[in-house]
């Protein structure tokens, strides 16, 4: 009897010192997983509330319509955090794709798939300024000579561009549409038979009242727009008058004598078109190809009715043909006649007997990609 209660009253001493520790282990898994449970929400709450309330609110009008999935600590975050970069990686392509093409990889891409093109001519107030070259105008004058003798015979001279942009970068007028492969009109110098030549003569007209009442001749500009451009300088058809028209005033009389000396060179260029005939004449022109020059003389007196003459560069260059005129019996309808001495003798002394025309600067002839200047005529 005694030993059975001393075992009873061993197993309840027993019992009464274990409980305490499983008690205490029991509480402490619980704290653990209410904290573990707490950080998972926390983390899974902190990554995936903005998503999932935008889903659900999208399908449904902001009700769940299913549980949510449970996931442990690690799981949530790991997904959660993928997830953000996922966004963040997506935000900054979204970005760089709207920033400007500055970076290589975007600027190649832009230049690809959007090559700016120009529309053919368009009106000269919608040309970039920085695609317009901007030219100084031709000098005046600086001082005028009263020359004792009056002119004898007019020279009518044409240049090749071919020759003269070569040297010189060429461009149009931002008026101007295109350039045709012709000569252009140089001048329409008064000249006399001995050796000296006539230039910057005293006159009773002043520069700027002549350009002003140029300017306001609206079709002698237009005339002048078409047919003596400005290519290396502007204001070339004042700058003709101002240095040569001016000593040709004898003839050209009165208060419009700068006007009519002006008008008939422009129609003596319109007349003939010499680089045509040149192609289509028995000897069919080409450029870049040595004629006889006594051939090309003989083909160009046809055109115009008198001998001419040429101004080459290097020799066999074509630079100028020149055409010289006696004015006295009609000013405005000039008679060809054959070149004095003088100008003979100056093509002797720069050209060659075999001469060539040079290529054409086909630049000039594409209204887009033709230069265009600022002169305004």
């Given at each position: 009897?005694?030993?059975?209660?001393?075992?009873?009253?061993?197993?309840?001493?027993?019992?009464?010192?274990?409980?305490?520790?499983?008690?205490?282990?029991?509480?402490?898994?619980?704290?653990?997983?209410?904290?573990?449970?707490?950080s998972?929400?926390?983390?899974?709450?902190?990554?995936?509330?903005?998503?999932?309330?935008?889903?659900?609110?999208?399908?449904?009008?902001?009700?769940?319509?299913?549980?949510?999935?449970?996931?442990?600590?690690?799981?949530?975050?790991?997904?959660?955090?993928?997830?953000?970069?996922?966004?963040?990686?997506?935000?900054?392509?979204d970005?760089?794709?709207?920033?400007?093409?500055?970076?290589?990889?975007?600027?190649?891409q832009?230049?690809?798939?959007?090559?700016?093109?120009?529309?053919p001519?368009?009106?000269?107030?919608?040309?970039?300024?920085?695609?317009?070259?901007a030219?100084?105008?031709?000098?005046?004058?600086?001082?005028?000579?009263?020359?004792?003798?009056?002119?004898?015979?007019?020279?009518?001279?044409?240049?090749?561009?071919?020759e003269?942009?070569?040297?010189?970068?060429?461009?149009?007028?931002?008026?101007?549409?295109?350039?045709?492969?012709?000569?252009?009109?140089?001048?329409?110098?008064?000249?006399?038979?001995?050796?000296?030549?006539?230039?910057?003569?005293?006159?009773?007209?002043?520069?700027?009242?002549?350009?002003?009442?140029?300017?306001?001749?609206?079709?002698?500009?237009?005339?002048?727009?078409?047919?003596?451009?400005?290519?290396?300088?502007?204001?070339?058809?004042?700058?003709?008058?101002?240095?040569?028209?001016?000593?040709?005033?004898?003839?050209?009389?009165?208060?419009?004598?700068?006007?009519?000396?002006?008008?008939?060179a422009?129609?003596l260029?319109?007349?003939?078109?010499?680089?045509?005939?040149?192609?289509?004449?028995?000897?069919?022109?080409?450029?870049?190809?040595?004629?006889?020059?006594?051939?090309?003389?003989?083909?160009?007196?046809?055109?115009?009715?008198?001998?001419?003459?040429?101004?080459?560069?290097?020799?066999?260059?074509?630079?100028?043909?020149?055409?010289?005129?006696?004015?006295?019996?009609d000013?405005f309808?000039?008679?060809?006649?054959?070149?004095?001495?003088?100008?003979?003798?100056?093509?002797?002394?720069?050209?060659?007997?075999?001469?060539?025309?040079?290529?054409?600067?086909?630049?000039?002839?594409?209204?887009?990609?033709?230069?265009?200047?600022?002169?305004?005529?």
């Open positions: 009897m005694k030993v059975f209660l001393f075992l009873v009253m061993l197993i309840v001493l027993t019992h009464s010192f274990t409980q305490p520790e499983e008690s205490k282990r029991s509480h402490e898994d619980q704290s653990k997983s209410k904290s573990s449970r707490s998972s929400s926390s983390h899974s709450s902190y990554h995936k509330t903005g998503e999932h309330t935008s889903r659900a609110r999208s399908t449904h009008g902001g009700k769940h319509t299913h549980k949510r999935k449970h996931t442990t600590t690690e799981e949530s975050t790991s997904k959660g955090a993928s997830k953000y970069e996922e966004k963040y990686k997506r935000r900054r392509t970005s760089s794709d709207e920033e400007p093409s500055t970076s290589k990889g975007i600027s190649h832009k230049t690809s798939e959007s090559v700016p093109h120009q529309i001519f368009p009106p000269f107030k919608y040309l970039l300024p920085t695609t317009i070259t030219l100084e105008n031709h000098q005046k004058c600086k001082k005028y000579v009263n020359r004792q003798r009056t002119l004898e015979f007019m020279l009518f001279v044409q240049y090749w561009p071919g003269h942009c070569a040297n010189d970068y060429c461009t149009i007028p931002k008026t101007k549409d295109r350039a045709k492969e012709k000569f252009f009109l140089h001048g329409y110098w008064p000249e006399i038979v001995v050796n000296q030549n006539m230039f910057c003569c005293v006159n009773q007209f002043t520069f700027d009242d002549v350009e002003k009442r140029l300017l306001d001749d609206k079709k002698l500009m237009r005339k002048i727009h078409k047919n003596w451009i400005s290519v290396s300088k502007c204001k070339v058809a004042m700058h003709q008058f101002d240095k040569h028209g001016t000593c040709a005033l004898s003839t050209y009389r009165g208060r419009d004598g700068p006007f009519d000396y002006m008008k008939t422009i129609r260029y319109k007349n003939m078109n010499i680089w045509k005939f040149l192609q289509r004449s028995e000897l069919k022109v080409e450029t870049n190809k040595l004629y006889d020059i006594e051939e090309i003389r003989s083909v160009v007196r046809k055109a115009y009715g008198g001998k001419p003459a040429f101004m080459c560069r290097n020799g066999n260059s074509v630079y100028e043909v020149r055409v010289c005129y006696d004015p006295s019996s000013r309808n000039p008679k060809p006649i054959r070149c004095p001495l003088k100008i003979e003798k100056v093509e002797k002394k720069f050209c060659d007997k075999k001469v060539m025309f040079k290529t054409f600067p086909g630049y000039l002839l594409d209204p887009k990609i033709a230069p265009r200047n600022d002169c305004l005529y």
